[in-house]
């Protein structure tokens, strides 16, 4: 146990603060305090535990976290050592800056991990994100560009790996699958994860893949759509192939989406096809969307390891197209990512981790309300938080 979790503060009053301070202390003994001064002001696990408790609470700035603490010091006192009250906004800021991101990002996973062991993790899809609020010309630093793991049927961000700059997500996506289980699981990324050795990785670690297909692939591109061209000018004629169509309404639009997945054994030729670990079917989408009295058209094309199933490729790929609305939408509108300041050092990184285990913790909360109205009941409801944080696991 490092320094900074002592537990030589007097003991909690209730079985249920006990339990709250075992588990905080359990999350996070694995990090390493950065800080040189052997006795600091405040220990480790206070400020992490102050900092998580109020991003869950609605807090989206240092200042707001330490606003949080001192309106909670009481509740806060029953379970965190606090020696010298609630730190100052600067000291969250100069700590969540030192603090070593891969030492968090472990514990991210370990609490991830104990979320989702009873569930069946069936669809992953990774995609990348910006904070665009960390970008600062002043110090020529460059907005803080990271590639997550995103569980579409659980609403969880499974992990996520820091990358430089968007063009540079394809060396960064290797380190993050070797962080999933891949098992038996369906893996979509955008045309920037189409690559043979990513396809190759998901296979041996027993996934399965579906890989976008724009001019990042140019012959391959090129080939798998003069194939579809020609299959629908000759009306698939001898073509064994699956389709599948859906329609959805709603907020004054109608999208109309239409499916054609066809097996490789069925297309004459194609360059580098067998170059592709797995590759099974080629797969078209087709998007009709009308919103008001606007209507555009998109059509897609992908390659993946799974059989021809329409129904089922184009559920998934409707999913990966939903992670905007599903996971950024929510960090920058709900925890107004976008907009944070939060530039020293590693904060930027680390203060991302923990929106992502908020947002996690706050959708495994089982009622209905939504993630905006959850945080204002986190913020004003302690027994809520400590739902929140447990579970029923509060004995």
Same mark, same amino acid.
């Given at each position: 146990?490092?320094?900074?979790?002592?537990?030589?503060? +007097?003991?909690?009053?209730?079985?249920?603060?006990?339990? &709250?301070?075992?588990? /905080?202390?359990?999350?996070?003994?694995?990090?390493?305090?950065?800080?040189?001064?052997?006795?600091?002001?405040?220990?480790?696990?206070?400020?992490?535990?102050? *900092?998580?408790?109020?991003?869950?609470?609605? @807090?989206?700035?240092?200042?707001?976290?330490?606003?949080?603490?001192?309106?909670?010091?009481?509740?806060?006192?029953?379970?965190? *050592? &606090? +020696?010298?009250?609630? +730190?100052?906004?600067?000291?969250?800021?100069?700590?969540? *800056?030192?603090?070593?991101?891969?030492?968090?990002?472990?514990?991210?996973?370990?609490?991830?991990?104990?979320?989702?062991?009873?569930?069946?993790?069936?669809?992953? %899809?990774?995609?990348?994100?910006? @904070?665009?609020?960390?970008?600062?010309?002043?110090?020529?630093?460059?907005?803080?560009?990271?590639?997550?793991?995103?569980?579409?049927?659980?609403?969880?961000?499974?992990?996520?790996?820091?990358?430089?700059?968007?063009?540079?997500?394809?060396?960064?996506?290797?380190?993050? &699958? =070797?962080?999933?289980?891949?098992?038996?699981?369906?893996?979509?990324?955008?045309?920037?994860?189409?690559?043979?050795?990513?396809?190759?990785?998901?296979?041996?670690?027993?996934?399965?893949?579906?890989?976008?297909?724009?001019? =990042?692939?140019?012959?391959?591109?090129?080939?798998?759509?003069?194939?579809?061209?020609?299959?629908?000018?000759?009306? $698939?004629?001898?073509?064994?192939?699956?389709?599948?169509?859906?329609?959805?309404?709603?907020? %004054?639009?109608?999208?109309?989406?239409?499916?054609?997945? #066809?097996?490789?054994?069925? #297309?004459?030729?194609?360059?580098?096809?067998?170059?592709?670990?797995?590759? @099974?079917?080629?797969?078209?989408?087709?998007?009709?969307?009308?919103?008001? =009295?606007?209507?555009?058209?998109?059509?897609?094309?992908?390659?993946?390891?799974?059989?021809?199933?329409?129904? /089922?490729?184009?559920?998934?790929?409707?999913?990966? $197209?939903?992670?905007?609305?599903?996971?950024?939408?929510?960090?920058?509108?709900?925890?107004?990512?976008?907009?944070?300041?939060?530039?020293?050092?590693?904060?930027?990184?680390?203060?991302?981790?923990?929106?992502?285990?908020?947002? =996690?913790?706050?959708?495994?909360?089982?009622?209905?309300?939504?993630?905006?109205?959850?945080?204002?009941?986190?913020?004003?409801?302690?027994?809520? #938080?400590?739902?929140?944080?447990?579970?029923?696991?509060?004995?």
């Amino acid at each position: 146990m490092s320094k900074g979790f002592s537990c030589s503060a +007097p003991s909690a009053p209730s079985a249920t603060a006990k339990k &709250l301070k075992q588990s /905080l202390i359990e999350r996070f003994e694995a990090l390493e305090d950065p800080r040189v001064k052997r006795q600091p002001e405040h220990w480790l696990v206070d400020i992490v535990a102050i *900092a998580i408790l109020a991003v869950l609470s609605g @807090a989206d700035d240092m200042v707001a976290v330490e606003t949080y603490g001192k309106a909670k010091q009481s509740w806060l006192e029953t379970f965190l *050592a &606090l +020696p010298n009250g609630i +730190p100052s906004h600067d000291t969250f800021s100069r700590v969540l *800056a030192l603090i070593d991101p891969q030492q968090l990002h472990e514990c991210f996973l370990s609490w991830v991990q104990q979320l989702t062991e009873q569930l069946e993790i069936n669809l992953i %899809h990774i995609d990348g994100k910006t @904070a665009r609020g960390s970008y600062d010309r002043e110090s020529s630093l460059k907005a803080l560009h990271t590639v997550s793991a995103w569980a579409s049927e659980h609403h969880l961000v499974l992990a996520q790996h820091r990358v430089e700059g968007k063009s540079n997500e394809i060396t960064a996506i290797p380190d993050l &699958l =070797n962080l999933l289980d891949l098992n038996g699981a369906i893996i979509t990324l955008d045309a920037m994860g189409t690559q043979r050795d990513i396809a190759a990785q998901i296979q041996t670690q027993g996934g399965d893949y579906i890989l976008a297909l724009k001019g =990042n692939q140019g012959t391959l591109h090129q080939a798998v759509k003069t194939f579809f061209r020609t299959a629908e000018q000759t009306q $698939w004629a001898t073509l064994d192939y699956s389709y599948s169509t859906a329609t959805e309404a709603g907020h %004054h639009r109608i999208e109309h989406r239409q499916v054609w997945a #066809v097996p490789l054994s069925q #297309v004459p030729t194609m360059p580098t096809d067998r170059k592709w670990q797995g590759l @099974a079917t080629l797969v078209m989408v087709k998007r009709e969307r009308q919103l008001w =009295n606007k209507t555009t058209h998109e059509v897609c094309f992908y390659i993946t390891s799974l059989d021809a199933d329409a129904g /089922l490729l184009g559920q998934a790929i409707r999913s990966h $197209w939903g992670i905007e609305n599903s996971l950024h939408w929510i960090l920058d509108v709900t925890f107004r990512e976008d907009s944070s300041r939060t530039r020293m050092g590693h904060g930027p990184e680390n203060m991302g981790l923990l929106r992502r285990l908020a947002l =996690n913790l706050l959708k495994r909360e089982p009622s209905k309300q939504s993630l905006k109205q959850k945080r204002y009941r986190a913020a004003m409801d302690n027994d809520f #938080v400590v739902e929140v944080l447990l579970g029923h696991d509060k004995s």
